[in-house]
């Protein structure tokens, strides 16, 4: 039997990873500019992130910004990294008060200096808290991190610092950009798309998968409710037989 098996799932989840979609979509069926879509979505992450703490949800990660997502106009892009300095300057210090560490994983490089300085920052303002942990998943790809991971990787092997046959599943997780964080225990996705569009595709391998016909603007205390109460249904067997007579 899986030792994994054998432990009792807790009702409440330990991390759980959010795809937020349907900005775009939000914003257009009302005759909005995106930006508005991209606004309200900012608003929904607040309520998340409460809901979150109040569940007692240790993880929270959001798709925030992907490795894709730089393929979109200029004027789409510089609206998200607009509204990302907004928060950073404006929410980090609320955030610390109530006792939310801050984490961003992703290719930082890719955003300018002092952007990147004002996400350190707030990383730095934030390292000590234990509430919640809140990770923002920005310019990230789930291929990107895997790749990175293996490259980091095989300079150590070449750098003699470590052998072929020393690679495990668990070694090979500490280079991934979520080291240290646990592999999320359910996926979420709003607008009613089913699937992970490169989302923490190696921790997401035994997540449970919830998808909401909701477009992420109109994401509440509900819905995060909802998607508990989904996950406290599910039998995770971790490719394990179920427990009990067959």
Known sequence: MST????????IPTHVAVIMDGNGRWARERGLPRLAGHRAGAEAVARCVRAAMQRGVAYLT?????SENWARGQEEVSDL???LRYYLRHKVRELHKEGVRLRFIGDLAR?????????????????GNSKLTLIL?????????????A??????VKDGRIAPEQITESVFSNFLWTSGVP???????????CRLSNFLLWQSAYAELVFLNVFWPDFNERHFAMV????AQRERRFGARPQGPA
């Open 4 to 11: 994994r098996l054998a432990d009792k799932k807790p009702a």
């Open 62 to 66: 959001l798709y925030a910004f992907s």
């Open 81 to 83: 990294t607009g509204l």
């Open 111 to 127: 955003f300018d200096d002092s952007l990147r300085e004002e996400l350190a920052q707030a990383e730095s303002l934030t390292r």
């Open 137 to 149: 998943a920005l310019s990230y790809g789930g291929r990107l991190d895997i790749v990175q991971a």
């Open 151 to 156: 490259q980091r990787l095989a300079q150590e």
């Open 183 to 193: 592999d999320p225990d359910v996926v979420v996705r709003t607008s009613g798309e």
């Open 228 to 231: 508990l109460d989904q996950y």
